[in-house]
């Protein structure tokens, strides 16, 4: 409510209009009605404690507080954890395949078929971060894919911040990311840049969402998005970056001012001279592109809703992929352009092809069930149905972890596809010509 009326005060009416809705629809929720009775059960427990001490003296209260608090939460815990650890245990042993590996300490020049093999890649690179591009290699990863982000502060807000979010930020990351692709260059890795929106105050809505009411809005957030796109694609064009991205998920942008983005293709040909392309959403959006003909391939997020039930197979997930397989092979031969998978990923949980797209953030985290079989066998699917259809130009996994010894895990439910089953799958395709 205090969101609210900021923005009432603000005149920012819509968007006040739009938290207001929010917040009636889910003031009975469970977790917004525990955080919004925080305040006042701090007060009555703060003040039972302090009755408590006046009553029984501080060692007293001390030991009552020990032994009628402290000992059932420890309790709890433990038995929480019980059923944690019965909630992320499963039965699923996989045959790692060392073969596949490339000991070779450089990209294999032999992978001469012109697909994309990447992974989003992110990590805290400060000082002397290891970065571990060599394992990269060595799972035949040949795309070093960099998320540079601009903040916006929701979907109606006009305002773009880029270059002035913080002092020397966009000199930091260029200087970064220049490291990263001369290491990379080393090693025979390319670097993608693909920049992404954040939404730091989202209410349920994502970068998709965002939409304005009037042309002079538009105009106030294109000035800047030209801004921040045209800075990293003369950063791609500095590092031999092979390829850019235009754009990601932006699907009210891309279909409402379809001039705007042509505009912007030539602006971006003008400093850049490889290959472009738009990451656009599976779901309403790359279907209504009108501007693909200004592109060199078309890149899909491909989170597509598979098997509506748990641990699904990998031929239920292979016959599950087939209507979309077929509807993007018509749609590559009736455009012209081939077509990757500009970003692909999945869970290490039971339900991971049910709702893709879905993060393992919050509470609800907590209760999902790992099944690292269902990740592999949702990529196993994946690689055997696309990745030898000469339409099809490759995938950016989502997501990679710089530290690589500490990332994923047979316990790690997220996206991260790192030292479990699926790790070795992507490895053996990716390797394959």
């Not at 590092?239 to 912007?264: H, M």
């Amino acid at each position: 409510m205090l969101i609210f009326l900021t923005q009432w005060y603000q005149h920012d009416l819509v968007t006040a209009r739009d938290t207001l809705v929010f917040c009636l629809e889910n003031m009975w929720h469970p977790l917004v009605l525990g955080i919004g009775s925080t305040p006042y059960l701090g007060y009555l427990l703060v003040r039972y404690w302090k009755i408590q001490i006046d009553k029984h003296g501080t060692t007293g209260f001390l030991r009552r507080l020990s032994l009628y608090t402290v000992s059932p939460l420890m309790i709890g815990a433990g038995l929480f954890t019980l059923f944690f650890h019965d909630l992320r245990t499963e039965g699923y042993g996989h045959e790692w395949d060392f073969g596949i590996t490339n000991g070779h300490g450089k990209v294999e020049e032999s992978n001469d078929d012109g697909r994309i093999r990447g992974v989003h890649y992110f990590g805290r690179w400060r000082g002397e971060t290891q970065h571990n591009l060599d394992i990269l290699v060595r799972n035949n990863v040949e795309h070093l894919v960099l998320v540079p982000y601009a903040y916006q502060s929701h979907h109606r807000e006009p305002e773009l911040e880029f270059r002035n979010r913080r002092r020397g930020r966009v000199e930091r990351i260029d200087s970064t990311y220049r490291s990263l692709s001369a290491q990379a260059t080393e090693l025979g890795l390319m670097v993608i840049i693909k920049p992404h929106i954040w939404m730091r105050s989202d209410n349920g809505f994502w970068r998709s969402d965002i939409a304005f009411g009037s042309d002079e809005a538009f105009a106030t957030w294109s000035k800047d998005y030209s801004d921040f796109i045209l800075h990293f694609a003369k950063l791609s064009e500095d590092i031999g970056a092979p390829f850019f991205c235009v754009g990601t998920e932006l699907s009210q942008l891309s279909k409402n001012y379809p001039d705007y983005w042509r505009d912007l293709i030539k602006e971006v040909r003008r400093v850049y001279s490889g290959k472009l392309f738009y990451a656009a959403n599976w779901h309403d959006e790359y279907e209504h592109i009108t501007f693909w003909d200004e592109l060199d391939l078309i890149g899909i997020q491909a989170y597509f809703p598979l098997c509506m039930h748990p641990n699904p197979s990998v031929e239920e997930l292979k016959t599950a992929w087939k209507p979309h397989a077929n509807q993007l092979r018509r749609y590559s031969k009736r455009m012209g352009k081939p077509i990757f998978f500009s970003e692909i990923g999945y869970k290490s949980t039971h339900d991971a092809a049910e709702n893709p797209w879905e993060w393992v953030d919050g509470p609800a985290g907590l209760t999902m069930k790992l099944s690292t079989e269902t990740q592999a066998n949702c990529y196993r699917a994946f690689f055997e149905v696309f990745w030898t259809e000469p339409w099809f130009m490759g995938a950016l996994i989502w997501q990679w972890r710089a530290n690589h010894d500490e990332a994923g895990g047979l316990s790690n439910i997220d996206f991260t596809p790192q030292n479990k089953p699926a790790q070795n799958i992507i490895a053996k395709y990716f390797g394959d010509q």
